[in-house]
C-alpha cells in the first residue's frame, strides 16, 4: 500500500512536465534614452524594465529604440540574458538597435544578420522611401536546447511617418523570410507603428507565412492598446506592437503587459508577451 501511494505522489509531480514545452516570446520597445522624458529618462527606469521582464519570465524578445549604452546596462542586469544586433545609423554601435534578447541557457545562437527597410537591397545604413529615419530588421536563428526545436526570429521598426515605407517594409520583410527562413519556423516581433487595421498590418497578417499571434492566441489579456506615452490611464484599441508567427506555433496565451510603478511606466510602449507551443518544426 505505502508502495501504491509513493508512486501515485511520484505522479502527481511528474505529469505536470509531461506536457508540451512553452515557450515565452515579447516585444518590448524601450524608449531610447532621453533625458528630456525628466522623471521617464531611462536612468530612472531601467532597473523597473529589467524586472519587468524577469517576473514575466521573457525567454526570448525583441527590443526597439534601445541604443547601445542601454542594451549594455540592460544585458549587465539580465544575467542570463545575452543579446545580438547592431546600430541602425552606422551598422555598429551608433543609433537605434532592433536588439534580440534571449536566455543563454536555453537557446544556441546559431546564425544572424541585420537588413535596412530600403528599396535597395543592402546591409548598409540607408532610408527608404518616404521613411524619416533609417529602419532595419534584425535577424537570429535560434536552437531550443531542450527540445531542439531551431527557429528563425526576425525583430523591426517601422518608420513613424512614412506611409510607403511601411507599406514597402511589410512586403519586403515577407520577401526576407521566405529567403533566409526557408520552411523554417518564424517569429516576427516589432512597434510597426501602424495598428491592425492598417494596410501594413494587413500585407503581413494576409499573406501565408505568419499571422497575428493576438488573432490565435486561445486566452487573451489585451484590454488596451500598446503604446502609451508614459501617462498611466491611457486608454485605446489601437495594437501597434505586434509579434506575427508561422503556423509551426500554437499560441496559449496574449497578454499587453500594463504594469506600472509609483504612478509611472517603464516605456511608453507596453510590452507584448505570447505564449506559445511549437507544433512541428525543423530539429537537428
Known amino acids: 500500500m505505502e508502495r501504491v501511494f509513493t508512486a501515485a505522489l511520484f505522479m502527481l509531480f511528474i505529469v505536470p512536465n509531461l506536457g508540451a514545452q512553452t515557450l515565452r516570446i515579447a516585444s518590448y520597445n524601450l524608449r531610447f534614452a532621453n533625458e528630456g522624458d525628466s522623471l521617464n529618462a531611462w536612468r530612472y527606469r531601467k532597473s523597473t524594465v529589467s524586472d519587468l521582464i524577469r517576473f514575466h519570465d521573457f525567454d526570448i524578445f525583441g527590443t526597439q529604440e534601445g541604443l547601445h549604452q542601454q542594451l549594455t546596462e540592460l544585458k549587465a542586469e539580465l544575467k542570463l540574458y545575452d543579446y545580438t544586433g547592431i546600430g541602425r545609423n552606422d551598422g555598429k554601435a551608433a ?5 534580440i534578447f534571449y536566455k543563454k541557457s536555453k537557446f544556441s ?3 544572424g544578420g541585420t537588413f535596412w527597410l530600403s528599396e535597395k537591397d543592402t546591409d548598409k545604413p540607408i532610408k527608404g522611401w518616404d521613411a ?3 529602419r532595419i530588421c534584425t535577424w537570429g536563428l535560434f536552437k531550443d536546447n531542450e527540445s531542439g526545436l531551431s527557429f528563425y ?3 523591426t521598426h517601422f518608420d513613424h511617418k512614412g506611409v510607403q515605407a511601411r507599406l514597402e517594409s511589410s512586403k519586403l520583410i515577407l520577401s526576407k523570410i521566405k529567403q533566409i527562413a526557408g520552411n523554417s519556423p518564424v517569429v516576427l516581433a516589432g512597434d510597426f507603428n501602424v495598428d491592425q487595421h492598417d494596410n501594413s498590418y494587413a500585407i503581413l497578417n494576409d499573406s501565408p507565412l505568419i499571422e497575428d499571434a493576438y488573432r490565435l492566441a486561445d486566452i487573451k489579456l489585451a484590454n488596451n492598446g500598446t ?5 498611466v490611464g491611457t486608454t485605446s484599441s489601437s495594437r501597434i506592437d505586434h509579434i506575427f508567427l508561422s503556423n509551426n506555433f500554437k499560441v496559449n496565451r496574449y497578454g499587453i503587459l500594463t504594469d506600472s510603478y509609483q504612478g509611472r511606466l517603464p516605456s511608453d510602449h507596453y510590452p507584448v508577451l505570447i505564449v506559445v507551443e511549437p507544433k512541428t518544426g525543423k530539429k537537428d
Do not use: H, I, M, S
Open 95 to 99: 543609433g537605434e538597435f532592433c536588439a
Open 132 to 134: 524619416v529615419l533609417p
Open 227 to 231: 503604446f502609451n506615452g508614459f501617462r
Open 109 to 111: 545562437f546559431r546564425k
Open 153 to 155: 526570429f526576425f525583430n
